[in-house]
């Protein structure tokens, strides 16, 4: 599968809903403040990916190993999962926390879950014949009784043919769901009639990305500046709100006929387009975390092929935060992070956000550090 590595650092029912389109902010006042940092004495460039309970897990370099920290920086474990033998894992498509357990989805076996030592205490085996095209955000959800997972490409005949290939790829779900107990699955949570997905051009994988907090899914795809709601009921996802951020100066992704998809790969030499990295729900708030991205004369500056160089750069784009209320109004846009780090999925209970020092940018260091970040200010019309 060619090409889908290319974007490397790029990265129910449907109802008749309006798309909701946010052209500005509202007169507000909000600004991030680091209140405290996590420091992890471990060499190697961590990547944050869950937290449970006060305990974080990351992923060290390499496809199998990962640490939990606490909130203090002390690491209490260190699991190496198995390559070879009758329990190895073939390869890890996303990893995390789910019942409280660390969990992956794997190559050949589905859902594995481990103790704290890497032992396997748990096993959901999902439907055989599957693949997926690049890593998720989560390896599983609960919805219900049941066991929802991103969807795996279970056919892949139709590969060579790419325009046939994408139009059944971008009209599927992105949910399976499983019975733990029947064993019987389905596809859920389709994509909205309001996303770029649906219009018949190509815009490569759309990545989805999944935050569940209650009964309420948030969905954002790599190629929109938007953020879907779906609100779960009696074991199915409804579709709710389709929100748009429209923020001043962003690159547009570019699209291509479905007949001529190599034509993509080409313009994405040229500019790197606008993305929502994260997307966090703390107390009453959606925040989303973006990159506006680079225009021709400023990307053509930078030699791709010289892979330090280009991550550099890439590493170093501005973020920037919006803010929405519970109705999904845009409350601000344009909020600057701290420079030089790099956005995770985290949001403690506290409702801080951890990001990363980016240690390329800002110096090398025999350990990682996370900054907590407080979300402050306050509605002016208010």
Same mark, same amino acid.
């Given at each position: 599968?060619?090409?889908?590595?290319?974007?490397?650092?790029?990265?129910?029912? #449907?109802?008749?809903? @309006?798309?909701?389109?946010?052209?500005?902010? &509202?007169?507000? !006042?909000?600004?991030?403040?680091?209140? +405290?940092?996590?420091?992890?004495?471990?060499?190697?460039?961590?990547?944050?990916?869950?937290?449970? *309970?006060?305990?974080?897990?990351?992923?060290?370099?390499?496809?199998? %190993?990962? &640490?939990?920290?606490?909130?203090?920086?002390?690491?209490? %474990?260190?699991?190496?999962?198995?390559?070879?033998? =009758?329990?190895?894992?073939?390869?890890?498509?996303?990893?995390?926390?789910?019942?409280?357990?660390?969990?992956?989805?794997?190559?050949?076996?589905?859902?594995?879950?481990?103790?704290?030592d890497g032992e396997i205490i748990n096993n959901y085996? #999902?439907?055989?014949?599957?693949?997926?095209?690049?890593?998720?955000?989560? =390896?599983?959800?609960?919805?219900?009784? @049941?066991?929802?997972?991103?969807?795996?490409?279970? +056919?892949?005949?139709?590969?060579?043919?790419?325009?046939?290939?994408?139009?059944?790829?971008?009209?599927?779900?992105?949910?399976?769901? &499983?019975?733990?107990?029947?064993?019987?699955?389905?596809? @859920?949570?389709? #994509?909205? *009639?309001?996303?770029?997905?649906?219009?018949? +051009?190509?815009?490569?994988?759309?990545?989805?990305?999944?935050?569940? @907090?209650?009964?309420?899914?948030?969905?954002?795809?790599?190629?929109?500046?938007?953020?879907?709601?779906?609100?779960?009921?009696?074991?199915?996802?409804?579709?709710?709100?389709?929100?748009?951020?429209?923020?001043?100066?962003?690159?547009?992704?570019?699209?291509? !006929?479905?007949?001529?998809? %190599?034509?993509?790969?080409?313009?994405?030499e040229m500019v790197v387009p606008s993305t929502i990295?994260?997307?966090?729900?703390?107390?009453?708030?959606?925040?989303?975390?973006?990159?506006?991205?680079?225009?021709?004369?400023?990307?053509?500056?930078? !030699?791709?092929?010289?892979?330090?160089?280009?991550?550099?750069?890439?590493?170093?784009?501005?973020?920037?935060?919006?803010?929405?209320? %519970?109705?999904?109004?845009?409350?601000?846009?344009?909020?600057?992070?701290?420079?030089?780090?790099?956005?995770?999925?985290i949001v403690t209970n506290e409702g801080l956000i951890?990001?990363?020092?980016?240690?390329?940018?800002?110096?090398?260091?025999?350990?990682?550090?996370?900054?907590?970040?407080?979300?402050?200010?306050?509605?002016?019309?208010?």
């Amino acid at each position: 599968m060619k090409n889908f590595t290319y974007l490397i650092f790029i990265v129910g029912s #449907i109802g008749c809903a @309006k798309d909701k389109n946010t052209d500005q902010s &509202i007169s507000t !006042n909000y600004k991030f403040e680091i209140t +405290d940092s996590i420091r992890v004495n471990h060499l190697e460039e961590l990547k944050l990916i869950d937290i449970e *309970e006060g305990m974080f897990l990351a992923k060290k370099e390499g496809a199998s %190993s990962y &640490i939990i920290f606490d909130k203090t920086g002390n690491i209490t %474990s260190h699991i190496e999962l198995k390559t070879d033998g =009758p329990n190895a894992i073939n390869m890890s498509y996303s990893a995390g926390f789910f019942d409280g357990k660390f969990t992956i989805m794997d190559l050949n076996m589905g859902l594995m879950q481990f103790s704290n030592d890497g032992e396997i205490i748990n096993n959901y085996p #999902i439907p055989e014949g599957y693949t997926y095209m690049h890593p998720y955000n989560r =390896p599983a959800f609960k919805l219900g009784n @049941k066991l929802a997972y991103y969807r795996p490409e279970r +056919d892949l005949k139709d590969w060579e043919d790419q325009e046939k290939f994408y139009r059944k790829y971008y009209n599927d779900p992105l949910l399976e769901v &499983i019975d733990p107990i029947t064993k019987e699955a389905a596809l @859920k949570m389709e #994509i909205p *009639e309001t996303s770029i997905y649906k219009d018949g +051009d190509f815009h490569f994988v759309y990545h989805p990305n999944i935050i569940k @907090k209650g009964k309420h899914w948030y969905l954002f795809l790599m190629a929109e500046m938007k953020f879907y709601v779906y609100e779960e009921q009696d074991e199915d996802l409804i579709f709710k709100e389709s929100v748009s951020l429209n923020v001043k100066d962003q690159i547009p992704f570019p699209q291509v !006929n479905l007949q001529n998809t %190599s034509e993509l790969y080409s313009k994405l030499e040229m500019v790197v387009p606008s993305t929502i990295e994260q997307l966090y729900v703390i107390e009453d708030k959606i925040i989303l975390i973006y990159k506006k991205g680079a225009v021709e004369n400023i990307v053509r500056n930078y !030699n791709r092929e010289n892979q330090a160089e280009w991550r550099d750069f890439f590493e170093s784009l501005p973020k920037y935060a919006a803010v929405f209320d %519970s109705d999904y109004e845009l409350l601000q846009d344009d909020i600057e992070l701290p420079s030089g780090t790099i956005s995770t999925p985290i949001v403690t209970n506290e409702g801080l956000i951890v990001v990363h020092k980016n240690q390329r940018l800002l110096g090398e260091e025999d350990w990682n550090t996370y900054y907590l970040l407080k979300l402050n200010g306050e509605n002016k019309t208010n």
